[in-house]
T-cell receptor, first 110, second 113 residues
Framework: DAKTTQPTSMDCAEGRAANLPCNHS???????VYWYRQIHSQGPQYIIH???NNETNEMASLIITEDRKSSTLILPHATLRDTAVYYC???????????FGTGTLLAVQP | EAQVTQNPRYLITVTGKKLTVTCSQN?????MSWYRQDPGLGLRQIYY???????DKGDVPEGYKVSRKEKRNFPLILESPSPNQTSLYFC????????????FGPGTRLTVT
């Protein structure tokens, strides 16, 4: 499975969009990009996933570059409750094993 | 409410005293797994199960056992716990193999002295 690189931490003002980047330059053609988040030692929570196309759901948007070597998770209107560690994970859809890295600690400031 | 439950949530025990951490899901999911989370190491998969009576090792299975006798339950057994098994444990489930959305339980914080 491809490795991902994320910034260790980011700040965002409440109400503004939070843009979390992820590099996955060794991603292969059949690997998906998944995003999960973990709020202070709670169980990780699924956010969104994608293969090639940009995706949007009620929580976030996922923008994947055309070469698929990087992606950005966008929380359109961050709230204090969005403060969490965000994990970008790359893996094959045929397996459910998630390989979590160290993630990005997003701190939403009032 | 769709959920994954774990019990106990907190446990302090001594080396060598057998323990079981229970995991149950009410979503009729086929796939279940256990992870442990340690500082600096992230979450690592211990065991997983693709269906009743079908289990397999993850990345760090040593010192653990699992069973899947019923679809909804997937207990984690530590037959002789050691201090290096002190960790935060999460159970997860998903509808089937290949479905990417996994639901995680609230976690069990285990301390072995």
């Amino acid at each position: 499975d491809a490795k991902t690189t994320q910034p260790t931490s980011m700040d965002c003002a409440e109400g503004r969009a939070a843009n979390l980047p992820c590099n996955h330059s060794t991603i292969s053609g059949n690997e998906y990009v998944y995003w999960y988040r973990q709020i202070h030692s709670q169980g990780p929570q699924y956010i969104i996933h994608g293969l090639k196309n940009n995706e949007t759901n009620e929580m976030a948007s996922l923008i994947i570059t055309e070469d698929r070597k990087s992606s950005t998770l966008i929380l359109p209107h961050a709230t204090l409750r969005d403060t969490a560690v965000y994990y970008c994970i790359v893996g094959r859809g045929a397996t459910n094993k998630l390989i979590f890295g160290t993630g990005t600690l997003l701190a939403v400031q009032p | 409410e769709a959920q994954v439950t774990q019990n106990p949530r907190y446990l302090i025990t001594v080396t060598g005293k057998k323990l079981t951490v229970t995991c149950s899901q009410n979503m009729n999911h086929e796939y279940m797994s256990w992870y442990r989370q340690d500082p600096g190491l992230g979450l690592r998969q211990i065991y997983y199960s693709m269906n009743v009576e079908v289990t397999d090792k993850g990345d760090v299975p040593e010192g653990y056992k699992v069973s899947r006798k019923e679809k909804r339950n997937f207990p984690l057994i530590l037959e002789s716990p050691s201090p290096n098994q002190t960790s935060l444990y999460f159970c997860a489930s998903s509808f089937a193999l290949g479905v990417v959305e996994q639901y995680f339980g609230p976690g069990t914080r285990l301390t072995v002295t």
